[in-house]
């Protein structure tokens, strides 16, 4: 079976800074997958790439067997590909409903203005946000505002969704909440990818870890593999956090 993304050989540069080093990654329908690796290591260059904000010098990018790598990152979205950003941004004045409803507008394939808001209302819902609805959406509390990001990401309809840290200054409840999210939208069949530090959480939730250094992709495997990958533990988690690891995967 094709992948639902390819990325083939993806290079990208800024100036002498070779950010993403000819990565080769496949993904599938539903996979929950962790990108890790080292600060600037290339992780959030290769979601640039994918997304359309920054273009490869090398290599391709599809979706469904298709070329995105040459359109415009407003229409490689409506295709499918949604990310949400290591700080959260919605429109502070517009409520969380309204936020979501915005996004789905953009997103296409709903009619009408009152189709947009009950899809809204429904992704409010699914990411338990629905007491929160009418509220501005500066005025939610950072757990919620991370909520509100994945109910925006998914009012697009997307196939495969990025994470950027989306766990990032959340307490050990709403991380629970929030894997317990990224479980079920990946249920929906919807691919996931997370960029994340919490190894603690990339090891629970994720069924694949990919490992970055230098723009390359050092290891790609079962987390348990890969924790225990010598190159992986010398580049990024250190002997004896990898051995922890190591005991609570065994468990
Ligand atoms: N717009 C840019 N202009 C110049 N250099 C850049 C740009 N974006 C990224 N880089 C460089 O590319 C390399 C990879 O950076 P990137 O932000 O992709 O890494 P990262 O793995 O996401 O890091 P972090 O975990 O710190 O977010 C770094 O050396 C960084 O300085």
Do not use: W
Request: net charge positive; charged share 25%; glycine share 10%.
């Amino acid at each position: 079976m094709s992948a639902l993304l390819a990325i083939e050989g993806v290079t990208r540069r800024f100036g002498g800074v070779t950010a993403v080093d000819d990565v080769t990654l496949r993904i599938g329908r539903g996979e929950i997958v962790g990108l890790i690796g080292p600060n600037g290591a290339g992780k959030t260059t290769l979601v640039n790439v994918v997304t359309g904000v920054h273009r490869a010098q090398a290599g391709a990018v599809r979706l469904d067997g298709v070329r995105i790598d040459r359109l415009r990152s407003d229409r490689i979205a409506r295709l499918g590909v949604a990310r949400t950003f290591q700080v959260v941004q919605p429109f502070p004045r517009m409520t969380a409903l309204e936020n979501v409803q915005a996004a789905a507008l953009f997103g296409g394939g709903v009619a009408t203005l009152a189709a947009a808001r009950e899809r809204a209302a429904a992704h409010l819902a699914f990411c338990r946000l629905d007491q929160e609805a009418d509220k501005p959406a500066g005025a939610l509390s950072l757990a919620s505002r991370k909520r509100l990001e994945l109910a925006k990401s998914l009012a697009i309809g997307p196939k495969i969704l990025f994470l950027d840290e989306v766990n990032a200054g959340l307490n050990p409840a709403e991380i629970d909440i929030a894997l317990e999210l990224i479980r079920a939208i990946a249920g929906r069949g919807v691919a996931i990818v997370l960029i994340e530090h919490l190894m603690k959480v990339v090891t629970g939730v994720c069924g694949r870890i990919v490992v970055l250094k230098q723009g390359r992709v050092i290891a790609d495997g079962a987390p348990r593999d890969v924790v225990a990958n010598p190159a992986v533990v010398e580049a990024y988690l250190g002997r004896r956090f990898a051995e922890h690891l190591a005991a609570e995967a065994r468990q």
